[in-house]
């Protein structure tokens, strides 16, 4: 399967602050963060189509999220996620002593997931911190 190596940057969207105005667990709100907006020739050399699930891993971990071909190209090796719980599994968690994570430039690995799904919000947050399930 094709992997390609990207720097991965994270910030906010217009799509994702308007939606979490509606509340995280609202359905816009999470098709607008779980989404990696991708060079269309990245998208292209992957064998991937918009919606389509990828998996994006970092040293810090790894998620499926849905292709979104970005529409500020081109930009070949460099990939985007909304700022949001999926994006908080792949970021550098410390903050070396800034009180903010490193959110831009972080070396990260995309590939296609046909197996893979994006997880909902709740799903993602048992899997990455366990507890019980409502």
Same mark, same amino acid.
């Given at each position: ?65 849905? @292709?979104?071909?970005? =529409? ?10 909304? *700022? #949001?719980?999926?994006? $908080? ?23 296609? @997931?046909?197996?893979? =799904? ?10 990455? *911190? #366990?507890?019980?399930? $409502?």
């Amino acid at each position: 399967m094709p992997k390609i190596r990207v720097s991965l940057l994270t910030g906010r969207t217009i799509d994702q602050g308007k939606w979490k105005e509606c509340g995280k667990l609202s359905g816009g709100y999470q098709e607008s963060a779980s989404t990696c907006q991708m060079d269309p020739e990245d998208m292209r050399r992957l064998g991937v189509r918009d919606g389509q699930p990828v998996r994006v891993t970092t040293k810090f971990g790894s998620v499926v999220l849905r @292709a979104s071909r970005s =529409r500020r190209t081109p930009h070949p090796g460099v990939a985007f996620i909304p *700022y #949001g719980p999926w994006a $908080s599994v792949v970021m550098d968690p410390t903050t070396h002593g800034t009180g903010m994570p490193s959110l831009k430039g972080i070396p990260a690995e995309i590939e296609p @997931a046909p197996e893979g =799904r994006v997880l909902s919000l709740q799903e993602l947050l048992q899997q990455v *911190y #366990g507890g019980k399930g $409502s």
